[in-house]
């Protein structure tokens, strides 16, 4: 149920975050998902693309350090407090959110979500438990 | 100008050849004790110097051969030590720059003996016991803040030993104790000057007629520009933590240049890359020999500071000699808000994180009147786990580590690789954009 995010280190220099795109650009590389950590001297990129391994293997290729990192892509209902929902089973459950992002892109009437959790094992237990939708890599590379 | 005050008129007045006789007898008490210590032993006895005996005049001091910083880090702990270790009374030690510190030992004369020094060095300057001494540099096992202190005592001042930091404490006790002597470093007391309309204090509250200062090196510019800030006089100290800190040399009241207590160091100028001893007036290398210090006797030390002597007599009627100020170093050491730093240090500290990769650069520059160090590192691709929380970490345990190396808190900076310069070749590791104050 995991789908893969690469995370990229990147200076605060000007231009870099450009060299990243133009790459992935110039690959063939679709961003589906993105998302800056911010510090005042460097940001970590995450992103989830529609071809990941080609991706990690072009970023390093071209002197990136990057690294993949497993997430959860969770269905949203796309309505007010669908996310709260989410969250309040979560919190209910003591699952601790990392980071999310949104998706640029939606499958259907729901809204995707990007979720890394402390503990992933538990994190998908409890979503499943709850009926709520994890997104399966193949229905996350098909958008 | 001031009136001309003496600690000890005889010892400071005398002429050349009583200082000579002092200092012949002194070499020969000085060369009885080292024979006493491992490393001396061995090295006394290769030139054929086996007792005093062996001393007949001052030019026998050149049969010993020099001392360097090394020497002292590869007989660290007890190599140079020279008695009974019951007869120590303090030591100091600075940190090493490879890990391995050194030392200095005390028995309780020899303290006696460079407190004493520090007295006679207070009093040059027309400083008296009518003063209120406020010593604004670290205690400790630093060797500046507990010479002066004492020094200081012994001359009967009153004594603040605020030490170093706190900005906001220090003028408060200023104020509160009309402070009219500081002991503190050049660029501290310049940072000082800013600070003073932020607690809303001015200078005629203050009382401040003096400053002793050192510990990093500084232009006849900074001095002035001292002088003209606070209004005060600013002299200028000289001393290593190998000689047992300041009261190596100081500045009289005419402030030009630094008497040698000659009586207690003998000083040559020598040309670093042969070793040849140089006349006065030329500058060069100063080597230095302790002849008070018996617990740990070190004679001919290289300082790997460049300066030249002065000859011609002073106008406040002392013979010692007077020490240039110090014109740069033979070595690569940076002097940082103070504090000795050796490039080396910053390297070895690096080179034991795995995270980071080889290449790194050293900036300093000046935030103000405060140097600012930053140590600049790539981090190592494989060791990237894609976590921000991960970075913030890393950038956290380079700084303590690095603080727990060489004393001072730098900012770290993590680059993503091939940014900085290669390890191999002439890579410029060290960039600084300091002028000199």
């Known amino acids: 149920m995991k789908i893969t995010q690469i995370s990229v280190f990147l200076e605060n220099r000007k231009g870099r975050l450009y060299d990243l795109c133009r790459l992935l650009g110039d690959n063939g590389i679709n961003i589906r998902a993105l998302n800056v950590a911010e510090t005042e001297s460097f940001g970590v990129l995450r992103i989830v693309v529609d071809k990941s391994e080609l991706a990690i293997k072009t970023l390093k290729d071209n002197g990136f350090v990057a690294n993949l990192t497993d997430v959860i892509a969770v269905e949203i209902a796309d309505e007010p407090g669908g996310l709260a929902n989410v969250l309040k089973v979560l919190s209910e459950e003591n699952v601790n959110v990392e980071y999310m992002y949104g998706f640029v892109e939606k499958s259907s009437d729901k809204a995707l979500m990007v979720f890394r959790f402390e503990d992933s094992q538990k994190g998908t237990e409890v979503l499943k438990k709850c009926d709520i939708k994890i997104a399966t890599a193949e229905e996350i590379e098909g958008l | ?437």
């Open chain 2, 1 to 437: 100008m001031s009136d001309v005050r003496y600690w000890n008129k005889e010892i400071e007045t005398a002429g050349r050849s009583e200082i000579e006789t002092v200092q012949l007898d002194r070499l020969r008490g000085i060369v009885t004790s080292a024979l006493n210590a491992p490393f001396y032993k061995k090295q006394l006895c290769k030139v054929g110097i086996n007792s005093a005996e062996d001393i007949k005049s001052l030019d026998d001091l050149r049969r010993i051969p020099f001392a360097e910083k090394d020497d002292l880090r590869q007989n660290y702990p007890k190599g140079f030590l020279a008695v009974e270790p019951g007869e120590v009374v303090r030591i100091h030690t600075s940190s090493g720059t490879t890990g391995i510190p050194t030392v200095i030992y005390l028995t309780a004369a020899d303290l006696n003996a460079a407190t004493d020094l520090l007295a006679r060095s207070i009093v040059a300057t027309g400083a008296g016991r009518e003063d209120v001494f406020q010593n604004m540099m670290s205690y400790g096992l630093f060797t500046g803040g507990l010479g002066l202190h004492y020094g200081a005592e012994r001359v009967g001042m009153m004594v603040i030993p605020a030490g170093g930091g706190n900005t906001k404490r220090q003028v408060q006790l200023m104020k509160d104790f009309q402070t009219t002597v500081l002991h503190i470093t050049p660029s501290y007391l310049l940072h000082i000057d800013s600070k003073l309309a932020d607690y809303g204090v001015t200078l005629e509250q203050l009382n401040l007629k003096k400053a002793f200062i050192g510990a990093e090196p500084h232009s006849e510019n900074a001095r002035c520009k001292i002088e003209d800030t606070y209004r005060i006089d600013a002299y200028n100290s000289y001393g290593l933590s190998e000689m047992n800190g300041p009261g190596v040399a100081f500045e009289c009241v005419y402030k030009n240049d630094l008497h040698v207590w000659e009586d207690a160091y003998i000083v040559e100028i020598i040309d670093s890359e042969t070793g040849q001893i140089l006349p006065d007036g030329q500058e060069g290398e100063v080597v230095l020999t302790n002849l008070i210090r018996h617990a740990m006797p070190l004679m001919r030390y290289r300082t790997r500071d460049l300066a030249f002597i002065h000859t011609e007599p002073c106008k406040c009627g002392r013979s010692h000699r007077r020490l240039s100020r110090i014109l740069g170093r033979t070595d690569d050491m940076l002097i940082i808000n103070g504090v000795n730093v050796f490039p080396s240090q910053i390297e070895e500290v690096i080179m034991r994180i795995p995270e980071v990769g080889t290449n790194y650069q050293i900036y300093i520059e000046k935030d103000g009147v405060l140097d600012r160090l930053t140590v600049k590192v790539e981090l190592y691709s494989k060791m990237f786990l894609g976590e921000a929380k991960q970075i913030e970490k890393l950038k956290a345990k380079i700084r303590e580590e690095l603080s727990a190396s060489i004393t001072i808190k730098p900012a770290v900076e993590l680059h993503e690789p091939g940014i900085l310069p290669v390890s191999e070749g002439k890579a410029v590791r060290v960039v600084d954009s300091r002028k000199q104050l």
